[in-house]
């Protein structure tokens, strides 16, 4: 059984996202919760929570073993960009654009 979690409009960049999405796709869901929880970069509390919800939902909704578990996809999508404007010389400005992603998280059994 397949069991999704989503977390849309993250203020994070989808590029630093992919960083932490690549080191546990694929890995049992312990061993990727060990590896987030001790992963220095500030994108990986975001994601194991989010690997958490998906935990809790394939044991809720499906019924599923937690030790069987395995990351099976996980992708992070560029969100909409937030603009921002920054003061500069001679009142003009400068615009900033500040990312955001929407994280998708499916666990399953094999």
Partial sequence: ME?????RG???????????????RGLKVDKAINLLAFSPKRGATIIKQLLESAIANAEHNDGADVDEL??????????IFMPRTSARAKGRGNRLM?????????????
């Avoid at 069991?3 to 977390?7: R, Y």
């Avoid at 993250?10 to 546990?24: M, N, P, T």
């Avoid at 395995?70 to 969100?79: A, F, H, L, N, P």
């Avoid at 955001?100 to 399953?108: L, P, Y």
């Fill in 3 to 7: 069991s999704t979690a989503k977390l």
């Fill in 10 to 24: 993250v203020r994070l960049s989808a590029q630093k996202g992919r960083l932490i999405a690549d080191q546990i």
């Fill in 70 to 79: 395995k990351v099976q996809s996980i992708y992070v999508d560029r969100g």
């Fill in 98 to 110: 500040k990312p955001t992603c929407h994280i998708t998280i499916t666990v399953a059994n094999k």
